[in-house]
């Protein structure tokens, strides 16, 4: 089990067993919705609970994608393709440790030319 929030602690979240390993996206939709990249790792659907969901707003950013973050603090939490049965949660926003690693850079044609990648991980363009 591993538990995560928002800052304020409005949303609080559990997913029930191991967690896949993360992503780190470097589009440009995430990079502005984060303020930087967004790492997340997809869970199925069936194994998150959300408690204090009537704090999230979702951003429906493309026809096939929406974003949840918390409507109170602005906390960047979910990246939902809602005809999929799983959802990506923000890395960030796990308590503790969370037993994974990244793998795996996508997205990386958008990345901003302020940073490099440097980590030795495989590089998507797209």
């Not at 493309?62 to 799983?86: A, E, I, M, N, Q």
């Amino acid at each position: 089990m591993h538990r995560g929030s928002c800052q304020c602690r409005a949303v609080t979240f559990t997913v029930a067993g191991e967690l896949p390993p993360p992503n780190a996206c470097h589009c440009t939709m995430c990079r502005k919705q984060s303020g930087h990249v967004f790492a997340s790792t997809e869970v199925k659907k069936a194994d998150l609970t959300v408690n204090g969901a009537e704090h999230i707003t979702w951003y429906p950013s493309s026809p096939k994608v929406r974003r949840g973050f918390c409507g109170r603090c602005g906390s960047s939490l979910f990246w939902d393709p809602p005809h999929r049965d799983w959802i990506a949660v923000a890395m960030g926003a796990f308590d503790g440790a969370t037993g994974t690693q990244m793998t795996l850079h996508i997205f990386v044609a958008d990345k901003g030319d302020y940073y490099d990648i440097a980590d030795g991980l495989p590089q998507n363009e797209h």
